[in-house]
């Protein structure tokens, strides 16, 4: 390749490359139009002469079918690939010498690769290839990459970043800038988007290697608000679907999302990086399936709901007792208690056959180990098969059938719902369960009950996945990540944030998930990529305990309104309102602490401004505008500025109420604004508690 250093040059290259790409993508389109005729045609001829073709030919031709429909949609895919390289072939470029060569060669980098078959090199690498590994990791200087041979090591001699939209150069920077800080600014400072988005040219060291990280059985990640967890765990999602193409797909992989907005916010970023989109579920669909037929429950919102408004000591107590490892081995020694005690042998006396309870708690002490529902089938069958009649004959199927029905009764209920309820007489706590309604559950008491269904019966578990990504994982029980271990025993990624717990009475730290998970690798990232510094030190104030670092990117200093009364306050919200419909900010979220208070002030905003929209756990999308919602339903997502309502001190003064301040505060990108009238909050600093 020629040298390219001017940015002259890189224009004409650039210009080039798009040449080849639209080549390419003519070439393809003939290709799949090729196929199409192909399908058609076969099609028709296997119609056309469906009464004489014998079985074998039909089988023929349709397996033909099948592969031209798959070429046809390995076409389509690549297609769609090479679209989005028309429109930005590249984002980066490394000039990498190894030290066993003589010339230092440019290495382009873009969302995927595309070759150059004349050359057979690749014109521009994929950026999950093992040499853009040099792009997120070095500065000019020795650098080294792991190749498949192995180990590569050399010197970079030149590094550069470009924006390219619609086939056309934006900027292009070069190594000697701080790159790195430049773009990512540029980046950072752009307008929010209905969408989150790939980083794929800003990827940062300490991201990347999480990204690449295809060792760790469990990989958990703790990083502050906005330090790109859920960013990087679909990057690393589409880098484990490059790196083992042969064995892994889309279908394989599994995300356990808090809701669908949330689902539908993150939907873009794999189909952005041209792989497929991904399976999600939450933990209330799993809970649904496993207890469908036994007993309704509390969802996890609900009892958050509830929570933010009640001052009800022992529902916390409750809540409490169920979130930590010591109640999980409670519970397993209880089931070994049931597995023991609650089966209770008999002797067995039918016309001519009998079976004594020995032999009986013989078979059952035999398959030890096991779920107690297939103890007992092992046990029945056992015994059934190997007892004979007075004559020494083998047992009729209807006598062989009356011992196993007969053996299986002797285990003193098999009702879940009843057993679980027997937990808490044996630990001498009965009044820490208690059922919403008949057979509806709180939420704490659903996981647990989950568990004990997997231990009494089994797991059918979810084979197919071979890689789960857990999304938000302080929200979820110890007992939760117990019951994921059971179901999926594939690798898993999981990621949140211990001071962004929306209920902090049972939430996980690290330490608690690695008593699940002992072999589990552990991650933290400190630095915050959303918010201003401005937002970040606010918040920081707010949480003290969180170790959140901001990026070095300026804004206005958080406002805080004090307000009049009531009415005051909604005709200043009104106001912030309006200024953010004159300005370029595409979303404004106004995040209350309460569902009741978010659909007060969304029905007094929408009065007089019907565009605003409501934001709530029956929502689907994320869209643009004012948007109101609760802290709950905000988690996860960001706006270009947020309003942080009745932040006063009766609205926002304990514990848990402190986290969803700072989950709040923390969802601004560029501006922050709280109102209260009445006290101030006793989060806020002095200074800024004496605001009029
Ligand atoms: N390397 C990066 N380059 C550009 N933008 C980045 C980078 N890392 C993170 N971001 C941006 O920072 C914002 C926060 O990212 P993300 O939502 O993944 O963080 P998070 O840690 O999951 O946040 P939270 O826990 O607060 O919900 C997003 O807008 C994301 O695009």
Known sequence: MAVIETEAQERLHLEEMVTRIRQALEELDERIRHAKDEIIGAKKYVWENRDQLDPAERAANVVDIWLSVEQGETSVMRQSRLQKLESSPYFGRVDFIADDQERAQAYYIGVTAFGVEADQENAIYDWRSPIASLFYDYQVGPAHYTAPEGEIEGKIGLKRQYRIRESKMEYMIESSMNINDDVLQKELSRTSDEKMK????????????????????????????????????????????????????????LIISPNNVFSDYISNVLPELGEEQIAEVGFNEIAANELAGICEFQTFYEQVSELAVSTDDSLTERIRYKAKMDFVRRIEDFIEHVSQSYFCPMDIHFQDVSVDREQIWDAYQASAGLPVKLRLEKTASSISGRTRDTDGGKL????????????????????????????????????????????????????????LKIRMEGAKGYAEVKHLLVDEMQDYTVIQYVVLASLFKCKKTILGDGNQSVNPYSSSSIADMKQVFPEADTVELFKSYRSTSEIITFAQRINPSSKIVAIKRHGTTPQIRRCENEED??????????????????????????????????????????????????????????????VHAAKGLEFDKVIVPFADSSNYKTEMDRS????????AMHALALTFHAEPSSFYSEAERQIR
């Open 569 to 630: 306050e909604m005709f200043r919200i009104g106001e912030l309102v309006a200024q953010l419909k004159e300005s370029e900010c595409r979303t404004l979220g106004i995040i209350c602490k309460t569902q009741a208070q978010a659909e007060m002030l969304y029905e007094k905003i929408s009065e007089n401004d019907r565009s605003v929209s409501l934001l709530d756990f029956s929502s689907e999308k994320f869209i643009e505008g004012v948007i109101v919602t609760t």
């Open 396 to 451: 009729t199927t209807s006598t062989a059938n009356k011992i196993k029905a007969a053996i299986k009764k002797m285990f003193r209920t098999q009702n879940l719902l009843a057993i679980y309820k027997d937990f808490y007489a044996y630990v001498g706590r009965p009044e820490l369960f208690k059922l919403r309604k008949p057979r509806t559950l709180e939420f704490s008491d659903v996981f647990p009950l989950v568990y």
């Open 198 to 253: 790939d980083i794929v040219a800003t990827i940062q060291k300490e991201q990347n290697e999480i990204i690449r990280n295809d060792s760790s059985h469990e990989l958990i990640i703790q990083g502050v608000a906005g330090s790109g967890k859920t960013s990087v765990a679909l990057h690393r999602v589409a880098y484990l679907l490059y790196r083992h193409k042969a064995t892994l797909t889309s279908r394989n992989i």
């Open 660 to 667: 969803l301040l700072y989950i709040a505060c923390t969802r």
